[in-house]
């Protein structure tokens, strides 16, 4: 069974600061992650996915196989970044079984 | 946002009535979901479809019921409403290719 983690339901950073969301996963094939945002009040958006190895937002992510991890991170937290954030896993079958942790609500102090 | 909206956004109910809510597609994605999302357990999938007639279990599905008609139309219905049942409910489509989601704006529902 796949299972995504995310330790932190809350994370507080000042404006500046770096900030690192956590997020781990466990699945048996080749994993496909991705980082979703919902800023108050819309929809949730897709914000990276590991393939396209890009940054978005000053946001990147890096796939770690051996610590089975794909931490978000962000080098300068500005407070429009506040917003609630999700790791998604979609397993790599025809059947596309997504997964999602429990999110993240981050929240950049001016 | 893949052209998907939700019906009703809100909506208030007593114990015991039926809901539906409708995800609509302008897209032809053939993977749509259902999910729910509570503070404390984020986003949990409540039933998915991968195609007309094709609709699979997620996690939380007791208490719930779903069709898949036409490729545009996702149904989620709850025979009998319960106060647990009180969330905010995202249908999604999938991207098969690229893998991403393209969400709804969400349905508020309460259920007094």
């Known amino acids: 069974a796949q299972r995504v983690t995310q330790p932190e339901k809350l994370l507080s950073v000042f404006k500046g600061a770096p900030v690192e969301l956590k997020c781990n996963y466990s699945?048996?094939?080749?994993?496909?992650l991705f980082w979703y945002v919902q800023y108050s009040r819309q929809r949730l958006q897709l914000l990276l996915r590991?393939?396209s190895r890009e940054s978005i937002k000053g946001f990147t992510a890096d796939l770690n196989k051996g610590e089975t991890s794909f931490h978000l991170k962000k080098p300068f937290a500005q407070e429009e970044d506040s917003a609630m954030y999700y790791c998604?896993?979609?397993?790599?079958?025809?059947?596309?079984?997504?997964?999602f942790g429990s999110g993240t609500q981050l929240t950049v102090l001016p | 946002d893949a052209g998907i909206t939700q019906s009703p956004r809100h909506k208030v109910t007593e114990t015991g009535t039926p809901v539906t809510l409708r995800c609509h597609q302008t897209?032809?994605?053939?993977?749509m979901y259902w999910y729910r999302q509570d503070p404390g357990h984020g986003l949990r999938l409540i039933h998915y479809?991968?195609?007309?007639?094709?609709?699979d279990k997620g996690e939380v599905s007791d208490g719930y019921s779903v069709s898949r008609s036409k490729t545009e139309d996702f149904l989620l219905t709850l025979e009998s409403a319960t106060s647990s049942q009180t969330s905010v409910y995202f249908c999604?489509?999938?991207?098969?290719?690229?893998?991403?989601?393209?969400f709804g704006e969400g349905s508020r529902l309460t259920v007094l």
């Open positions: 479809s991968y195609g007309v007639k094709d609709t």
């Open positions: 699945y048996s094939g080749s994993p496909e």
């Open positions: 998604a896993l979609i397993s790599s079958g025809s059947a596309r079984q997504l997964t």
């Open positions: 897209e032809n994605h053939r993977y």
């Open positions: 999604a489509n999938l991207d098969r290719y690229t893998g991403e989601l393209f």
């Open positions: 590991h393939i």
